[in-house]
């Protein structure tokens, strides 16, 4: 199993430009995350989904939009990157039966530069 | 709200001496709570995680994490150090049921460093 697997691993944007970063996952997890990591900060979570064509807001989501059309992707969006977006993203999925979350699969994250 | 927070940004330990890293949290139910390592330019890696049961955790490479209620705590801890554990560790807290998906929030982190 790839787990889940973000893809890219690296980009550089320039200020007012757009991109998508995928996030895929093969564990059939109903719930899927994105978070930024910045020095100093720990991990952030950014938007979350609990299902195919659900998504809902972190803690920081003004700049970022998602999408979840499959189960399997869920995608994070930057419509006018900025400076600020400079992170690294991590994707994670978790799956949730019997009344518990069992535990948190993350990706192995994309280093984003806005310059 | 939920919260998570690592006293210690920066801890330094001789190689072979034992080791306690702190999480304190913040959670309005039942916790459930991990600790994550991350080696420089990689991803993160659970090292265990608590929801009931022992209060004390065994996980991966040798930590292990004792649950104190009355405290709020989750502190991990090592018997030995050894290099190779040199890296950023997060503790993190998170819903433990379907109905509270919102994703754990995690600690800003606690920067080991192995003195040889």
């Known amino acids: 199993n790839a787990g889940v697997t973000q893809t890219p691993k690296f980009r550089v944007l320039k200020t007012g430009q757009s991109m998508t970063l995928l996030c895929a996952q093969d564990?059939?997890?109903?719930?899927m995350y994105w978070y930024r990591q910045d020095p100093g900060m720990g991990l952030r979570l950014i938007h979350y989904s609990v299902g195919e064509g659900t998504t809902a807001k972190g803690e920081v989501p003004d700049g970022y939009n998602v999408s979840r059309l499959k189960k399997q992707n869920f995608l994070l969006g930057l419509e006018s990157a900025a400076p600020s977006q400079t992170s690294v993203y991590f994707c994670?999925?978790?799956?949730?039966?019997?009344?518990?979350?069992?535990?948190?699969?993350f990706g192995s994250g994309t280093r984003l530069t806005v310059v | 709200a939920q919260s998570v927070t690592q006293p210690d940004i920066h801890i330094t330990v001789s190689e072979g001496a034992s080791l306690e890293l702190r999480c304190n949290y913040s959670y309005g139910a039942t916790p459930y709570l991990f600790w994550y390592v991350q080696s420089p330019g990689q991803g993160l890696q659970l090292l265990l995680k608590?929801?009931?049961?022992?209060?004390l955790v065994q996980g991966i490479k040798g930590f292990e994490a004792e649950f104190k209620r009355s405290q709020s705590s989750f502190n991990l801890r090592k018997p030995s150090v050894h290099w190779s554990d040199a890296a950023e560790y997060f503790c993190?807290?998170?819903?433990?049921?379907?109905?509270?998906?919102?994703?754990?929030?995690f600690g800003k982190g606690t920067h080991l460093i192995i003195q040889p």
């Open positions: 994670a999925s978790s799956y949730s039966g019997s009344g518990h979350v069992r535990g948190y699969t």
């Open positions: 564990m059939n997890h109903e719930y």
């Open positions: 993190a807290v998170g819903p433990a049921t379907g109905g509270g998906a919102d994703g754990p929030t």
């Open positions: 608590y929801f009931s049961g022992d209060t």
